[in-house]
């Protein structure tokens, strides 16, 4: 490929650590009893794995909505933000954030008549995953070859690992409402099996409640 030639020896090193990211997005959506993968072509035009006649309208900063066959609007307004940051040693001197939006949520239903929508509130929560063991490479230089000069390590050290640390701002579901009912669902940061509410998900669900359009 003519991209790949013209990208240079520490270009290269960068992709083989897992810096550069060269694969295009995907998106997986899950709603109401539909599902479908989510991708765009080289000009932004979205299409559907497998294959849905669906509407779909927005972009990554604002949101998407998608218009079903039945007519039935559904609104992703609300977005989850995330960083990541990957570190290689020995090799480097620095940490390359990335950082974006990478899931969002379902805020609004509208039905096809425009006569009923269905809201749908969140709370604000952030975390970090869980830490996992880093991935380690080895390198060997063959017969010939030498080495790119783009690590800081020497060139004698032939194995690294690389660590990867995320911070998620993200939602838990607060309350579902119509003109008719209101559902909340009340959560608490007391998991018994994460007590270090800096790192994984914390919050878990204590009960749900169920209100009429009286407020009883």
């Avoid at 060269?22 to 072509?41: K, T, V, W």
């Avoid at 035009?45 to 949101?63: C, H, I, Q, R, V």
């Avoid at 977005?79 to 990541?84: A, Q």
């Avoid at 995320?166 to 998991?191: C, E, H, P, T």
Wanted: proline share 6%; aromatic share 12%; glycine share 6%.
């Amino acid at each position: 490929q003519p991209w790949l030639d013209s990208m240079s020896a520490c270009n290269l090193e960068e992709l083989a650590q897992g810096k550069l990211d060269l694969m295009p997005d995907n998106y997986f959506m899950n709603f109401n009893g539909n599902s479908a993968r989510l991708f765009f072509d080289k000009n932004s035009k979205p299409y559907f794995s497998p294959f849905k006649a669906w509407k779909l309208t927005g972009n990554e900063d604002s949101g998407f909505r998608v218009i079903t066959e039945d007519g039935t609007t559904y609104c992703f307004d609300l977005s989850e933000y995330s960083s990541c940051s990957v570190e290689t040693i020995p090799g480097d001197d620095h940490t390359k954030p990335i950082n974006g939006n990478t899931s969002w949520y379902l805020t609004r239903i509208i039905s096809a008549n425009k006569t009923d929508t269905l809201n749908i509130s969140y709370q604000p929560v952030n975390y970090s995953p869980v830490a996992y063991n880093p991935s380690e490479s080895y390198s060997v230089l063959t017969q010939g070859q030498s080495a790119t000069g783009c690590a800081v390590q020497p060139v004698a050290t032939n194995s690294s690992k690389t660590y990867s640390t995320q911070n998620i701002q993200g939602y838990i579901l607060k309350s579902i409402s119509s003109k008719n009912q209101r559902v909340d669902f009340l959560a608490s940061a007391n998991r018994l099996d994460i007590p270090d509410t800096s790192t994984g998900m914390p919050y878990k669900l204590d009960s749900i409640l169920i209100y009429n359009t009286s407020s009883s």
